[in-house]
């Protein structure tokens, strides 16, 4: 069974610029998270969603950050435009019935 | 504020030994799980405890958790050079009906061969 797998593993770009992040989470995983792991500090949720409806977005920090989960399916996180601070590792998870959270390998951004 | 907060940030340990890593908490939680990352890597399922145990083992891992002092401990026994990682608790809070968790900061371990 394929796990939770993100796209692209690593992304350089220019302040100002847009990026979009893709999270295919585990087949039939009905709730999907993302996180953020800023250098050296915490892994902070950004948001949650239950199939394709936004549960919990309190830690989204602004609206640079729009996220979409079209279908209930993969999901898309975009930063437009990016800034210096939004440097780190996206993480995203998805959970079934079990409760346990199974991430994916992360995207490293860095904004420059 | 943090809710969940692990002690040591780093430790360095020779192959074979113990590694033990602290996590304390600051609200009532509905489980405690430990993750480890290998740099570079995505975050690792190890281990999750639920508010009602105290503790759990799953090979060389050994958690305890103790809800009355908010944490808990995770103990790695005879440790190896592929342990090295960085290790978080994750904490999922009682009254959250999204389920999602709350992570610390972790421990970075080193062990030595």
């Known amino acids: 069974e394929a796990g939770v797998t993100q796209f692209p593993s690593h992304s350089v770009i220019e302040k100002g610029q847009t990026v979009t992040l893709r999270c295919d989470p585990i087949s039939g995983h009905d709730n999907l998270y993302w996180y953020r792991r800023v250098m050296g500090k915490e892994i902070k949720f950004l948001l949650h969603f239950v199939k394709e409806s936004k549960q919990d977005e309190s830690g989204m920090p602004n609206n640079r950050f729009l996220a979409e989960r079209t279908g209930g399916t993969y999901s898309t996180l975009k930063v437009q435009p990016a800034e210096l601070e939004d440097s780190g590792v996206y993480f995203c998870?998805?959970?079934?019935?079990?409760?346990?959270?199974?991430f994916g390998q992360g995207t490293r951004l860095t904004v420059v | 504020s943090q809710q969940g907060e692990e002690d040591p940030q780093a430790l360095s340990i020779q192959e074979g030994e113990n590694a033990t890593m602290n996590c304390s908490y600051k609200t009532s939680i509905n489980n405690l799980q430990w993750y480890r990352q290998n740099s570079g890597r995505g975050l690792v399922h190890l281990i999750l405890?639920?508010?009602?145990?105290r503790e759990k083992h799953s090979g060389r891992l050994r958690v305890t958790l103790d809800t009355s002092k908010k944490s808990s401990s995770l103990l790695i026994t005879a440790s190896r050079a592929a342990d090295t990682a960085s290790y978080f608790c994750?904490?999922?809070?009682?009254?959250?009906?999204?389920?999602?968790?709350?992570f610390g900061s972790g421990t970075r371990l080193l062990v030595r061969p």
């Open positions: 998870a998805s959970t079934g019935w079990t409760g346990e959270a199974f």
């Open positions: 994750a904490t999922r809070l009682s009254m959250d009906s999204s389920y999602k968790l709350i």
């Open positions: 405890i639920r508010s009602n145990e």
